[in-house]
């Protein structure tokens, strides 16, 4: 691939520090912003760069992480579903167990630091499901920033205990009625306020999206995930896994779990792998004292890799009442669908286009105006996606399908019944698909679920529907 093609370093470290951050993901990413917005992103930038060389940023980040966030968070075998589907086994990523419920205040964390660092003293942020909402809300709190959330009015609605919380820690939840009231709306209404006020405020972006540097900064902080993973399968396994699945919305849960494994999907990454880097998280694997929960059954040697060919990472978008309809047809209202609404598989249905900020694959219509997205879970009702998720697709290095409304409800229930889990509805996608490809794979392969948030938010969306 061409050097403006390259992805970044994908070994252990991604918090390093390169000279210059790069704009495209391929053809895809960029600063598609009015002229007013280019400077404070551009002192975003140099301020990124200047905390991922900072030894004391670094500290300070991590401090947090562990001791408020509460990583590294388990990579935990689902030993009862595994033998109910009958196939391969499935491990889940538990950030369901971070603090506040979900994988957003990895990034939450990072961005308070980096907003502290430039001497902003006021806190905004979008958020949908309401996860990233709380998150900011939390760290504002913890850093003495002040705080104003921008939410699309039907996301309040359904999510009313998350606004309850943000309102608990000091936010202003600032509810937005125009367009389809729903993320994209509340992303708008967050980057209208930003232009501003840029001199004294910071935009906590909550995901891998929006215009350079915001889908880099996001994903670095999320990497965390990724590199937990790699090291707690070699310490349970003495292997990596065969599959990764993880949903999509704007991206920043998968794109966190799936980067520091994106070298390894062919056999070619996979001997790399062995030959310069294997050792040293093997080592860290087992002296670190948060893996020793794992049995010894297995040897974490490289002998364990020598027969596997790749590891296949899988995005998993929302399918919603019905894939196949096109935006328009009058179907699916009964199942809380908006009009015009079918879905949210942006990646699997969507086309090229601008949108808040860069270029990437978006849900839009023949002129170019933005569709309406719809899934059950707020946090996957986004027309939009992250640039780098859109370079992935074009390369093949991740296959992108969907999940229905209906087959996310079904994995809801699942796990709660089996594993006494409550997963996040978003993250019900991703279980769903699991649970469907598990039955047809030997029972020596392994699967990765990124359980990226809880479902007790949700609790009351899954009654409603289940009497629908």
């Known amino acids: 691939m061409g050097s403006e093609e390259k992805i970044g370093n994908t070994n252990n470290d991604t918090f390093k520090n390169p000279k210059t951050l790069k704009r495209y993901f391929g053809q895809f990413g960029g600063q598609f912003v009015p002229e007013l917005l280019i ?18 940023f670094k500290s300070l980040f991590n401090y947090y992480l562990k001791q408020y966030a509460g990583r590294p968070t388990p990579l935990y ?6 033998s109910y589907l009958g ?4 491990y889940l990523k538990r950030e369901d167990l971070c603090h506040l419920g979900a994988h957003k205040i990895n990034n939450s964390i990072g961005q308070a630091l980096l907003a502290k660092q430039m001497g902003k003293k006021n806190i905004i942020a979008e958020t949908g499901a309401g996860q990233h909402g709380v998150s900011v809300a939390a760290v504002s709190a913890l850093f003495g920033l002040k705080c104003k959330i921008f939410m699309g009015a039907i996301d309040a609605e359904r999510q009313k205990s998350n606004v309850f919380r943000m309102e608990l820690m000091g936010a202003e939840v600032i509810r937005v009625h125009s367009g389809s009231r729903t993320l994209k709306d509340a992303c708008s209404e967050a980057l209208r306020y930003w232009a501003a006020n840029f001199d004294n405020t910071y935009y906590l972006l909550g995901s891998a999206v929006g215009p350079h540097p915001y889908p880099t900064i996001v994903r670095d902080f999320q990497t965390v995930i990724g590199r937990e993973t790699k ?4 310490r349970a396994e003495g292997r990596l896994p065969d599959y990764i699945i993880a949903c999509v919305g704007g991206g ?3 794109i966190g779990i799936f980067y520091p494994f994106l070298r390894l999907n062919n056999k070619q990454g996979l001997n790399k792998f062995i030959n310069n880097d294997f050792n040293e998280i093997c080592d860290n694997a087992y002296n670190n004292a948060c893996d020793n929960t794992y049995g010894s059954n297995y040897t974490c040697n490289n002998g364990n890799l020598a027969n596997q060919q790749s590891i296949s990472l899988i995005g998993v978008e929302a399918g919603g009442v019905d894939l196949s309809l096109e935006h328009g047809a ?4 009964e199942h809380g669908a908006k009009p015009g609404a079918k879905h949210g598989a942006t990646l699997c249905k969507g086309k090229k286009g601008v949108f808040q900020g860069s270029l990437s694959y978006v849900l839009q219509d023949e002129f170019g105006q933005i569709n309406e997205a719809h899934s059950i879970s707020a946090g996957l009702d986004y027309p939009g996606v992250g640039p780098e998720h859109s370079y992935l697709k074009e390369k093949g290095l991740v296959r992108y399908c969907a999940v229905s409304d209906s087959q996310a409800v079904e994995a809801f229930k699942l796990l709660t019944k089996l594993e006494g889990i409550i997963p ?15 039955p047809k794979l030997k029972k020596e392969k392994i699967i990765v679920v990124n359980l990226s948030g809880r479902g007790d938010k949700d609790l009351e969306i899954v009654n409603q529907y289940k009497s629908m």
């Open 87 to 90: 196939g391969a086994k499935i």
């Open 252 to 254: 920043s849960n998968s």
């Open 231 to 234: 090291r707690q399968i070699l």
């Open 330 to 333: 009058e179907h699916g209202a």
């Open 424 to 438: 996040a509805l978003e993250s019900s996608h991703a279980l769903a698909y699991a649970i469907k490809i598990a």
């Open 77 to 82: 075998f689902a030993q009862r579903l595994t």
């Open 39 to 56: 400077k404070p992103l551009q002192e975003l930038e140099i301020h990124y760069l200047k905390a991922k060389s900072s030894k004391e």
